[in-house]
C-alpha cells in the first residue's frame, strides 16, 4: 500500500490503466489512457458520441482483446456490467436471470433479496417480456448487484428509459450505489445525469482524458441549485456545446436548453 505525505495508508485503486490505447485500423480511438478509479468511488464518463466511452469501458471490462498496450491495466475479481438494453435472456425467468453465473448455498435467497432491493419483489417468476423497460433495467440492476461487484460498469443504463423512469432510476442507482459502494464507471450522454449521480466526471475528447471534475455536492442533488447548474455548464462547455445560462448575462433570457451531447 501507497503512504501519502501525511502519512496516511492510501488504498490501492480499484481501476487503474496506464498508457492504455485502443487502434481501429490507423485510427488511435483511445490514445495512452492514464486512469486511477478509486474504490467505492462514482465515476461518469462523458464525451461525444464516438468519442470512445465505450470502447474504453469494454476495455477495462477488459472484453475487448484488441487492446494493445505495453501499458498496465489493473481492474478488480469482481466486475459487473450493464447496457442499455438490459440483457435479460428471454427463456429464464426474472430470479434465474438474476442469479445466472452464481454459486454456492443461498443463492436463490441472495437474488431474492437483490430483487427486493430494486423494487421488484415478487416478480422472481415473471418472464423477461412481462416487464416494462424500467422493470427490466432494475432486474439487470439486482443481477449486476447480486454479485457483490467492486466494481460497476454501466454503459449508458437509462438511456432508452423515458424521462420519468429515468429519474426514478437515478435515485435508485445511487441508493445502491451508497448501500454496497462499488467502484462505478457510469457512460452517459447526458450532463445532468452526470453531475447529478457522479462525484467525478470524466470527459474523453480526441482519444483522451480531457477534463476530470471532481463534483463536490451533497446529495440528493437538485438540479435547481446554482452550483450545479455551474458543474453543468463547465461540463457543457468542455464538451463544446453553448447554453443560453453559459453564454454572457446580456444574452436573452430563454430558458435553457439541456442537450443530451
Ligand atoms: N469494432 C470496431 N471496429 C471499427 N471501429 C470501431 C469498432 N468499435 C468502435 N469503433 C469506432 O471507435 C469509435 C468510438 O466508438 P465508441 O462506441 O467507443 O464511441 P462512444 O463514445 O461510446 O459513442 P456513442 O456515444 O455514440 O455511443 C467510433 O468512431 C467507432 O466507429
Do not use: C
Not at 32 to 38: P, Q, Y
Not at 61 to 84: I, K
Not at 224 to 232: G, N, S
Amino acid at each position: 500500500m501507497a503512504t501519502n505525505p501525511g502519512g496516511l495508508t492510501k488504498a490501492p485503486p480499484a481501476v487503474r490503466t496506464r498508457r492504455l490505447v485502443r487502434r481501429f485500423g490507423e485510427r488511435a480511438v483511445l490514445k495512452e489512457i492514464d486512469l486511477d478509479l478509486a474504490q467505492g468511488e462514482f465515476t461518469a464518463l462523458l464525451g461525444r458520441s464516438g468519442s470512445g466511452k465505450s470502447t474504453l469501458l469494454r476495455a477495462v471490462a477488459r472484453l475487448d482483446h484488441g487492446v494493445e498496450g505495453t501499458g498496465e491495466l489493473v481492474v478488480p475479481e469482481r466486475v459487473s456490467l450493464s447496457f442499455q438494453d438490459s440483457r435479460l435472456l428471454p427463456w429464464l425467468r426474472v430470479l434465474d436471470n438474476v442469479v445466472l453465473g452464481l454459486r454456492g448455498p443461498g443463492t436463490r435467497a441472495r437474488g431474492l433479496t437483490a430483487l427486493e432491493e430494486v423494487g421488484l419483489a415478487g416478480r422472481d417468476r415473471s418472464w423477461p417480456h412481462e416487464l416494462s423497460g424500467g422493470e427490466q433495467q432494475r432486474a439487470a440492476l439486482a443481477r449486476a448487484l447480486v454479485h457483490d461487484p467492486e466494481l460497476l460498469l454501466a454503459d449508458e443504463p437509462f438511456g432508452a428509459l423515458d424521462a420519468l423512469t429515468r429519474i426514478k432510476m437515478h435515485g435508485l442507482l445511487r441508493e445502491l450505489y451508497e448501500r454496497h459502494r462499488p467502484a462505478v464507471l457510469l457512460v452517459t450522454h447526458d450532463v445532468d445525469e452526470a453531475v447529478e449521480l457522479a462525484d467525478r466526471v470524466l470527459v474523453l475528447e480526441d482519444g483522451l482524458i480531457s477534463l476530470d471534475l471532481p463534483i463536490d455536492l451533497p446529495t440528493p442533488r437538485s438540479r435547481r441549485d446554482p452550483r450545479f447548474q455551474e458543474y453543468r455548464d463547465a461540463l457543457l462547455t468542455a464538451l463544446g456545446v453553448t447554453t443560453p445560462s453559459a453564454a454572457p448575462h446580456d444574452s436573452p433570457k430563454e430558458k435553457p436548453h439541456v442537450p443530451n451531447v
